[in-house]
């Protein structure tokens, strides 16, 4: 498995932006699909974001379709979260995750979890 650590998480306004990384290690960076999910207080482990192992596609939850955007360099071993216009309904703790598939929005098909990274969003 490949392990993830994702940074970058904070207290942000409504409206602002905040970016989020997740750096991995331990296996093959790009033979995984990517995702970034988020759970808020009182709910289930969402999906947020995908992308494939080269980074030539991509999919978003129709609730930050347009605010999100999620990139990945493969060279770095890195995958990224780019969030703006956020919401207080932002708020939650996100997750990186990493698939075998080449790109999935299925929670269970990814093996390979970070540890979360707090966002708030205040109002």
């Known amino acids: 498995q490949v392990q993830l650590v994702e940074s970058g998480g904070g207290l942000v306004q409504a409206g602002g932006s905040l970016s989020l990384s997740c750096a991995a290690s331990g296996s093959t960076f790009s033979r995984y699909g990517m995702g970034w999910f988020r759970q808020g207080p009182g709910k289930e482990r969402e999906f947020v974001a995908g992308?494939?192992?080269?980074?030539?596609?991509?999919r978003y939850a129709d609730s930050v379709k347009g605010r999100f955007t999620i990139s990945r360099d493969n060279a770095k071993n890195m995958v990224y979260l780019q969030m703006i216009s956020l919401k207080p309904e932002d708020t939650a703790i996100y997750y990186c995750a990493g698939t075998r598939a080449v790109l999935s929005t299925i929670r269970s098909d990814y093996n390979s979890w970070g540890q979360g990274t707090q966002v708030t969003v205040s109002s």
């Open positions: 992308i494939s192992w080269s980074g030539s596609a991509t």
